[in-house]
């Protein structure tokens, strides 16, 4: 079983950054992945990036390349999103999430079996 809780979140003026952080309680294979997806208001959850724990491989929708960042800090169970240059249409609730397969269908929310509760970012003048 394992268990994720989010921070960092917050209100950004556009243009900013903002460092989410995701720990993991429990083991975390060699074979997972680790994503973060996000929801905004009456919009469905949508992929945002991944990292492969063995490998660090990324991946990221392409509305965030560039400007998110996504790495891994396997001593400390920890993932992090590091998000530059930020849009007030980055506004949402950044959920982390754990595949223990790393699957290739990556972007599809229903590959990962753990969920945390979410952190909200609200990108605003």
């Known amino acids: 079983q394992v268990q994720l809780v989010e921070s960092g979140g917050g209100l950004v003026q556009p243009g900013g950054s903002l460092r989410l952080s995701c720990v993991a309680s429990?083991?975390?294979?060699?074979?997972?992945?680790m994503g973060w997806f996000r929801q905004a208001p009456g919009k469905e959850r949508e992929f945002v990036a991944v990292?492969?724990?063995?490998?660090?491989?990324?991946y990221y929708t392409d509305s965030v390349k560039g400007r998110f960042t996504i790495s891994r800090d396997a001593a400390r169970n920890t993932v992090y999103l590091q998000m530059n240059s930020l849009k007030p249409e980055d506004t949402a609730v950044y959920f982390c999430a754990a595949d223990p397969n790393s699957s290739g269908t990556y972007y599809l929310s229903q590959e990962y079996d753990y969920w945390g509760q979410g952190t909200q970012v609200t990108v605003s003048s």
């Open positions: 990292i492969r724990w063995r490998s660090a491989k990324t």
């Open positions: 429990g083991v975390i294979y060699s074979s997972y992945g």
